[in-house]
């Protein structure tokens, strides 16, 4: 059973940084975040292949977010620079041992989710 337990997040002033991990205690074939701002749907972030680390971010987040992986600690992170009230929202670790191809990220194509870690950016 893979387990995906998030941290990090908080609350900051637009244009101000903040990260987040995700601690998981299996490899997949790819890792990831998705959002999820209230009445909105969930949102791909960013994803990293585990084997390659090849990066894919949504164009929302690009040049802005940016998505590591530490093999030796298990953990993925998300580094957010310059963050804008758009960004709030529920942050989700995701996960899936298969090999697709996700992009698009859609959220039916990840198997494992974690509980998700709140941010929240004000203007």
């Known amino acids: 059973l893979v387990q995906l337990v998030e941290s990090g997040g908080g609350s900051v002033q637009a244009g101000g940084s903040l990260s987040v991990s995700c601690r998981y205690n299996?490899?997949?074939?790819?890792q990831g975040w998705f959002r999820q701002a209230p009445g909105k749907e969930r949102e791909g972030v960013a994803l990293i292949y585990h084997l390659d680390g090849r990066t894919h971010y949504a164009d929302s987040v690009k040049g802005r977010f940016t998505i590591s992986e530490d093999h030796a600690k298990n953990t993925v992170y998300l580094q957010m620079t310059n963050l804008k009230p758009e960004d709030t929202g529920m942050y989700y670790c995701?996960?899936?041992?298969?090999?697709?191809?996700?992009?698009?990220?859609?959220?039916?194509?990840?198997?494992?989710w974690g509980r998700g870690t709140q941010v929240t950016v004000s203007s």
């Open positions: 995701v996960a899936d041992s298969r090999r697709l191809t996700y992009d698009p990220m859609i959220p039916g194509d990840f198997g494992y």
């Open positions: 299996k490899d997949n074939y790819v």
